[in-house]
Nanobody, 119 residues
Framework: VQLVESGGGLVQPGGSLRLSCVAS????????MSWYRQAPGKERELVAG????????NYADSIKGRVTISRENAKNTVYLQMNSLNPEDTAVYLC?????????????WGQGTQVTVSS
């Protein structure tokens, strides 16, 4: 199982980035996908999530309206479009795949991609 994030980097305040996460080794279309972020010294927090077929999305209140999560099941890829970035968005952004069947949870994580917002 692999989740490989890309698209991070250094961006100026007010800028945009599009993160991608390519999955392999499991049935991507059966998993809900999420983006989390973790800043130095802070707990990991959910940024956005999308259901397995993409019909349901959810966003953290702190970033709602500035990000859009989407997925292409044919490409085993989930995206995070981020706009109007500010320095508080600086963090490692991690991709997560999760499937819950009754009491069994399958949970996979990528290594993360660094997003730095600075002038």
């Amino acid at each position: 199982v692999q989740l490989v994030e890309s698209g991070g980097g250094l961006v100026q305040p007010g800028g945009s980035l599009r993160l991608s996460c390519v999955a392999s080794g499991f049935t991507f279309s059966s998993y809900a996908m999420s983006w989390y972020r973790q800043a130095p010294g802070k707990e990991r927090e959910l940024v956005a999530g999308i259901s397995d077929v993409g019909g349901i999305t959810n966003y953290a209140d702190s970033i709602k309206g500035r990000v859009t999560i989407s997925r292409e099941n044919a490409k085993n890829t989930v995206y995070l479009q981020m706009n109007s970035l500010n320095p508080e968005d600086t963090a490692v952004y991690l991709c997560n795949a999760r499937r819950v069947i009754l009491t069994n949870t399958a949970d996979y994580w990528g290594q993360g991609t660094q997003v730095t917002v600075s002038s």
